[in-house]
């Protein structure tokens, strides 16, 4: 079982604040993080995909950044609004290994 | 945009009866997975499906669970006799690769076994 961690299980923010928060994951074998956006009753929208070292992905307010050789990927909100209230999912998968092993999830809630 | 979908959404069933949870994949895509959720833990990983058969499994994917690709359109998680620990929201992802293995997925049936 791969131990996929992520910190803070849940945070409320400000809109107009930024925000950010971690997933911890196993360092060796290393193939792929993914960042998934999920609200509810809707399908978890994929956000990254992170395969190299000192990756960092944008899109939009959102960001990511990924840390391979200490294991540890942060996820950054700019600015938050309150369509960005969601959990967000990481999920890992080393070389050879396709399954992803996901994390517990951050819910965000954006209070306007 | 193409989407993942999967019928139905909710799913209430006696615990001992089979039930067959349905997803259609993006057509283009080769890799077929079932992940689910019981409440409050994590996305756990059920099965993974390429070129018409298994291509791995976890431990709860026991001999009470199957997969079909019957058409070539329809993924099916069929689970013969369900139990109360069966509950759960489960996933249907397809992806069209396996290099960068991005995994789309749909919205996921609630099963509740009462």
Redesign the interface.
């Known amino acids: 079982i791969l131990n996929?961690e992520q910190s803070p299980q849940s945070l409320h923010v400000q809109e107009g604040d930024s925000t950010n928060f971690t997933c911890s994951f196993p360092s060796s074998n290393f193939?792929?993080l993914?960042w998934?956006r999920w609200e509810t009753?809707?399908?978890?929208e994929?956000l990254f995909?992170m395969t190299l070292n000192g990756d960092e992905k944008k899109k939009g307010r959102i960001s990511a950044t990924l840390n391979t050789k200490e294991g540890y990927s942060y996820l950054y909100i700019k600015g938050s609004q309150p369509e960005d209230s969601a959990t967000y999912?990481c999920?890992y998968?080393p070389v050879n290994d396709?399954?992803?092993?996901?994390?517990?999830?951050t819910t965000v809630t954006v209070r306007a | 945009e193409p989407?993942?979908t999967q019928t139905p959404s909710h799913q209430v069933t006696q615990m001992g009866q089979e039930v067959i949870l349905r997803c259609v994949p993006i057509s283009n895509h080769l890799?077929f997975?079932w992940?689910r959720q019981i409440l409050g833990?994590?996305?756990?990983?059920l099965v993974?499906f390429y070129n018409n058969e298994i291509?791995?499994k976890?431990e709860i994917f026991d001999d009470q669970f199957s997969v079909e690709r019957p058409d070539g359109s329809n993924f099916t998680l069929k689970i013969r006799s369900t139990k109360l620990e069966d509950s759960a929201m489960y996933?249907c992802a397809s992806?069209p690769d396996?290099l960068?293995?991005?995994?789309?997925?749909?919205?996921?049936t609630r099963l509740s076994v009462l």
């Open positions: 996929v193939y792929a993914h998934y009753a809707k399908s978890p994929a995909v999912l999920a998968h396709y399954k992803l092993s996901f994390g517990a999830g | 989407e993942v890799y997975y992940y833990q994590k996305v756990e990983f993974s291509s791995e976890s996933f992806s396996y960068q293995n991005i995994q789309y997925f749909g919205a996921g």
